[in-house]
């Protein structure tokens, strides 16, 4: 599913992820803040890969960033079905 459709997702099953502090919903606003952040950006303009902004992957100090959907995103996913 594309990042928008999961925002989506997240909006529309919000009624069930929803618990209250102070009339907040700070399930649904905390799942969607994780969501928001984990976004998808294109990467190498030579290679051009689909890759999380919020996460980084690699060894021994070669840093680059993680496909997209990244652990966070696919972990989400599976749990809403």
């Known amino acids: 599913m594309t990042h928008d459709e999961l925002l989506a997702r997240i909006d529309e099953e ?3 992820l929803v618990q209250y502090f102070d009339s907040k919903p700070i399930v649904h606003s905390a799942l969607r803040a994780v969501v928001a952040i ?3 950006f294109t990467w190498n303009s030579n290679n051009p890969q689909v890759c999380c ?18 652990p966070t995103i696919q972990a989400i996913e599976k749990e809403l079905g």
């Not at 902004?53 to 070669?62: H, Y």
């Open 14 to 16: 919000g009624e069930f």
């Open 38 to 40: 984990h976004r998808p």
């Open 53 to 70: 902004v919020a996460c980084d992957s690699g060894e021994e100090g070669d840093i680059y960033p993680a496909r997209y959907p990244c």
